[in-house]
Protein backbone atom coordinates (compact mmCIF):
# COMPACT_ATOMS: atom_id res chain seq x y z
CA UNK A 1 0.00 0.00 0.00
CA UNK A 2 1.53 3.82 -0.11
CA UNK A 3 1.10 6.28 2.48
CA UNK A 4 1.07 9.94 0.70
CA UNK A 5 1.18 12.95 3.40
CA UNK A 6 -1.36 15.57 2.86
CA UNK A 7 -0.39 17.85 5.68
CA UNK A 8 1.61 17.39 8.64
CA UNK A 9 1.67 20.37 11.04
CA UNK A 10 0.28 20.06 14.49
CA UNK A 11 -2.23 22.64 15.65
CA UNK A 12 -2.91 25.10 13.24
CA UNK A 13 -1.42 25.40 9.13
CA UNK A 14 1.81 27.62 8.72
CA UNK A 15 2.15 29.42 5.10
CA UNK A 16 1.52 27.17 2.47
CA UNK A 17 1.32 23.97 4.29
CA UNK A 18 -1.56 22.74 6.39
CA UNK A 19 -2.39 20.25 9.35
CA UNK A 20 -2.81 16.73 9.97
CA UNK A 21 -3.80 14.68 7.06
CA UNK A 22 -3.11 11.19 5.09
CA UNK A 23 -4.23 9.82 2.07
CA UNK A 24 -3.64 5.54 2.17
CA UNK A 25 -4.18 3.66 -1.13
CA UNK A 26 -4.44 0.23 -1.53
CA UNK A 27 -1.22 -1.66 -2.93
CA UNK A 28 -3.80 -2.74 -6.13
CA UNK A 29 -4.18 1.06 -6.65
CA UNK A 30 -7.95 0.57 -6.33
CA UNK A 31 -9.09 2.42 -2.81
CA UNK A 32 -8.98 5.46 -0.83
CA UNK A 33 -8.56 5.81 2.60
CA UNK A 34 -8.00 9.68 3.45
CA UNK A 35 -6.97 9.52 7.53
CA UNK A 36 -7.93 12.84 9.28
CA UNK A 37 -8.80 15.40 7.52
CA UNK A 38 -6.99 18.84 8.73
CA UNK A 39 -6.84 22.63 7.07
CA UNK A 40 -5.84 22.23 3.54
CA UNK A 41 -6.11 18.77 2.95
CA UNK A 42 -8.54 19.04 -0.07
CA UNK A 43 -6.19 21.50 -1.75
CA UNK A 44 -3.23 19.03 -1.15
CA UNK A 45 -5.17 16.14 -1.95
CA UNK A 46 -6.06 17.67 -5.39
CA UNK A 47 -2.45 17.46 -6.60
CA UNK A 48 -2.45 13.43 -5.43
CA UNK A 49 -5.64 12.98 -7.12
CA UNK A 50 -9.84 14.09 -7.59
CA UNK A 51 -11.38 14.72 -4.42
CA UNK A 52 -14.20 12.34 -6.15
CA UNK A 53 -12.15 9.67 -6.15
CA UNK A 54 -11.87 9.06 -2.31
CA UNK A 55 -13.84 5.88 -0.94
CA UNK A 56 -14.04 6.85 2.81
CA UNK A 57 -12.97 8.58 5.80
CA UNK A 58 -11.39 7.90 8.79
CA UNK A 59 -11.17 10.20 12.03
CA UNK A 60 -8.88 10.19 14.82
CA UNK A 61 -10.72 12.54 16.89
CA UNK A 62 -12.15 15.91 16.54
CA UNK A 63 -9.69 18.76 17.39
CA UNK A 64 -9.81 20.98 14.41
CA UNK A 65 -6.40 20.12 13.38
CA UNK A 66 -7.90 17.05 12.16
CA UNK A 67 -11.09 17.89 10.47
CA UNK A 68 -10.63 21.44 9.74
CA UNK A 69 -11.39 20.56 5.68
CA UNK A 70 -14.11 18.27 6.19
CA UNK A 71 -16.89 20.59 5.48
CA UNK A 72 -14.93 21.27 2.45
CA UNK A 73 -14.48 18.16 1.07
CA UNK A 74 -18.02 17.96 1.74
CA UNK A 75 -19.30 21.13 -0.31
CA UNK A 76 -16.30 20.19 -2.81
CA UNK A 77 -17.95 16.48 -3.30
CA UNK A 78 -22.24 18.12 -2.69
CA UNK A 79 -21.41 20.08 -6.15
CA UNK A 80 -20.06 18.15 -8.91
CA UNK A 81 -22.10 17.92 -11.81
CA UNK A 82 -21.59 13.96 -11.42
CA UNK A 83 -23.45 11.67 -8.91
CA UNK A 84 -20.95 10.61 -6.15
CA UNK A 85 -21.62 7.36 -3.93
CA UNK A 86 -22.50 8.76 -0.54
CA UNK A 87 -18.86 9.13 1.04
CA UNK A 88 -18.47 6.88 4.19
CA UNK A 89 -17.00 9.04 7.54
CA UNK A 90 -15.52 7.11 9.82
CA UNK A 91 -15.40 8.27 13.63
CA UNK A 92 -15.92 7.59 17.34
CA UNK A 93 -19.30 7.89 18.66
CA UNK A 94 -18.40 9.67 21.79
CA UNK A 95 -18.90 12.97 20.87
CA UNK A 96 -22.85 12.72 19.69
CA UNK A 97 -22.32 16.10 18.56
CA UNK A 98 -19.52 16.15 16.51
CA UNK A 99 -20.50 12.69 15.11
CA UNK A 100 -23.57 14.36 14.12
CA UNK A 101 -22.17 16.52 11.47
CA UNK A 102 -20.11 13.74 9.61
CA UNK A 103 -23.71 12.85 7.91
CA UNK A 104 -24.99 15.33 5.16
CA UNK A 105 -27.72 14.00 3.23
CA UNK A 106 -26.51 13.09 -0.34
CA UNK A 107 -23.27 13.79 0.52
CA UNK A 108 -21.44 11.74 3.60
CA UNK A 109 -22.62 9.59 5.91
CA UNK A 110 -21.27 9.29 9.68
CA UNK A 111 -20.17 5.58 10.40
CA UNK A 112 -19.43 4.61 14.39
CA UNK A 113 -15.84 2.79 14.21
CA UNK A 114 -16.34 -0.32 16.31
CA UNK A 115 -13.45 0.46 18.92
CA UNK A 116 -13.92 -3.01 20.68
CA UNK A 117 -13.89 -5.79 17.80
CA UNK A 118 -12.51 -3.55 15.08
CA UNK A 119 -13.88 -2.19 11.73
CA UNK A 120 -13.10 -3.22 7.98
CA UNK A 121 -13.00 -0.58 5.16
CA UNK A 122 -12.14 -1.67 1.96
CA UNK A 123 -9.16 -3.82 2.10
CA UNK A 124 -8.15 -2.45 5.46
CA UNK A 125 -8.98 -4.21 8.90
CA UNK A 126 -8.79 -1.67 11.57
CA UNK A 127 -8.20 -1.98 15.13
CA UNK A 128 -8.43 0.91 17.62
CA UNK A 129 -6.90 2.01 20.74
CA UNK A 130 -7.83 5.02 22.67
CA UNK A 131 -4.83 7.23 24.06
CA UNK A 132 -4.34 10.23 26.00
CA UNK A 133 -5.34 13.23 24.75
CA UNK A 134 -7.45 16.15 26.07
CA UNK A 135 -10.23 14.68 23.88
CA UNK A 136 -11.05 10.87 23.28
CA UNK A 137 -9.28 10.48 20.63
CA UNK A 138 -8.14 6.14 18.83
CA UNK A 139 -4.97 5.40 17.43
CA UNK A 140 -6.07 2.86 14.72
CA UNK A 141 -3.96 -0.74 13.20
CA UNK A 142 -4.76 -0.88 9.39
CA UNK A 143 -3.70 -4.56 8.32
CA UNK A 144 -4.33 -4.66 4.47
CA UNK A 145 -5.88 -8.05 4.11
CA UNK A 146 -4.37 -8.90 0.84
CA UNK A 147 -0.99 -8.26 1.68
CA UNK A 148 -1.04 -8.36 5.21
CA UNK A 149 1.21 -5.00 5.19
CA UNK A 150 0.38 -3.09 7.95
CA UNK A 151 0.00 0.88 9.57
CA UNK A 152 -0.66 2.23 12.49
CA UNK A 153 -1.21 5.39 13.05
CA UNK A 154 -1.28 7.18 16.51
CA UNK A 155 -3.84 9.90 15.90
CA UNK A 156 -2.95 12.54 19.18
CA UNK A 157 -1.39 11.02 21.77
CA UNK A 158 0.70 11.58 25.17
CA UNK A 159 2.75 8.64 25.79
CA UNK A 160 1.16 5.29 26.35
CA UNK A 161 2.87 2.07 27.48
CA UNK A 162 -0.05 0.30 25.36
CA UNK A 163 1.29 1.84 22.31
CA UNK A 164 3.81 -0.62 22.12
CA UNK A 165 2.28 -3.82 22.19
CA UNK A 166 -0.60 -1.79 20.02
CA UNK A 167 2.27 -1.27 16.94
CA UNK A 168 4.45 -4.77 17.02
CA UNK A 169 5.93 -5.39 14.31
CA UNK A 170 4.37 -2.92 11.97
CA UNK A 171 5.62 -2.05 8.81
CA UNK A 172 4.68 2.08 9.50
CA UNK A 173 4.46 3.75 12.73
CA UNK A 174 2.57 6.82 11.72
CA UNK A 175 3.08 8.87 14.83
CA UNK A 176 2.35 12.00 16.99
CA UNK A 177 5.42 13.65 17.82
CA UNK A 178 4.97 17.01 18.83
CA UNK A 179 7.99 17.69 21.43
CA UNK A 180 11.47 17.31 21.14
CA UNK A 181 13.38 14.86 23.86
CA UNK A 182 13.00 17.58 27.04
CA UNK A 183 9.33 17.19 27.19
CA UNK A 184 8.57 14.18 27.89
CA UNK A 185 5.58 12.21 29.97
CA UNK A 186 3.49 15.32 28.27
CA UNK A 187 -0.69 14.09 28.42
CA UNK A 188 -1.16 15.64 25.01
CA UNK A 189 1.33 14.38 22.61
CA UNK A 190 4.83 12.16 22.58
CA UNK A 191 8.10 13.54 22.44
CA UNK A 192 10.69 12.13 19.89
CA UNK A 193 12.45 9.91 22.31
CA UNK A 194 9.14 8.60 23.68
CA UNK A 195 8.03 7.80 20.10
CA UNK A 196 11.50 6.89 18.97
CA UNK A 197 11.69 3.73 22.09
CA UNK A 198 7.92 2.63 21.21
CA UNK A 199 8.82 2.14 17.43
CA UNK A 200 12.21 -0.07 19.02
CA UNK A 201 10.46 -1.91 21.64
CA UNK A 202 7.43 -2.90 19.02
CA UNK A 203 10.31 -3.52 16.33
CA UNK A 204 8.76 -1.37 13.66
CA UNK A 205 9.94 -1.33 10.06
CA UNK A 206 10.14 2.76 9.84
CA UNK A 207 8.65 5.04 12.37
CA UNK A 208 7.01 8.28 10.61
CA UNK A 209 7.64 11.63 12.63
CA UNK A 210 4.20 13.81 12.23
CA UNK A 211 1.95 16.39 13.92
CA UNK A 212 4.96 18.58 13.68
CA UNK A 213 5.56 21.91 16.25
CA UNK A 214 6.21 25.49 14.56
CA UNK A 215 8.48 25.64 17.13
CA UNK A 216 10.69 22.48 17.39
CA UNK A 217 13.63 22.09 15.89
CA UNK A 218 13.01 19.43 13.15
CA UNK A 219 16.52 18.28 12.60
CA UNK A 220 17.11 17.73 15.88
CA UNK A 221 14.09 16.30 16.90
CA UNK A 222 14.75 13.49 13.86
CA UNK A 223 17.78 13.03 15.52
CA UNK A 224 16.74 11.83 18.85
CA UNK A 225 14.04 10.09 17.22
CA UNK A 226 16.66 8.45 15.59
CA UNK A 227 18.68 7.57 18.24
CA UNK A 228 15.96 6.37 20.68
CA UNK A 229 14.56 4.01 17.77
CA UNK A 230 17.90 2.53 17.21
CA UNK A 231 19.57 1.53 13.51
CA UNK A 232 16.97 -1.72 12.84
CA UNK A 233 14.20 1.48 12.56
CA UNK A 234 14.34 3.77 9.84
CA UNK A 235 13.11 6.84 11.11
CA UNK A 236 11.58 9.36 8.52
CA UNK A 237 10.65 13.09 8.98
CA UNK A 238 6.95 13.51 7.47
CA UNK A 239 6.87 16.56 4.95
CA UNK A 240 3.31 17.38 2.40
CA UNK A 241 3.49 15.23 -0.86
CA UNK A 242 6.09 12.51 0.92
CA UNK A 243 5.29 9.43 0.06
CA UNK A 244 6.09 6.02 1.59
CA UNK A 245 5.46 2.52 0.09
CA UNK A 246 4.64 0.00 2.56
ZN1 LIG B 1 -3.69 17.48 16.61
ZN1 LIG C 1 -5.72 16.60 19.21
Not at 79 to 97: D, R, T, V
Request: glycine content about 6%; charged content about 20%; aromatic content about 8%.
Amino acid sequence: MKLTALGVWGGYPTADAGTTSYLLTSTDGIFHLLMDCGSRAVTELEHELSPNQLDAVILSHYHEDHIADLGVLRQYRQLQAEKLPILPIYGHAENPYEFSKLTLENVSKGIAYDVENGTSIGPFDIQFLKTVHPVVNYAMRLVERETGKTLVYTGDTGFLSALTAFSAGACVLLADVYHEKDKHDMPNHLSSVEAGTIAKNAAVKTLILTHLSQTANLSALTEEAQKAAGTAVTTSLAQPHKIWEI
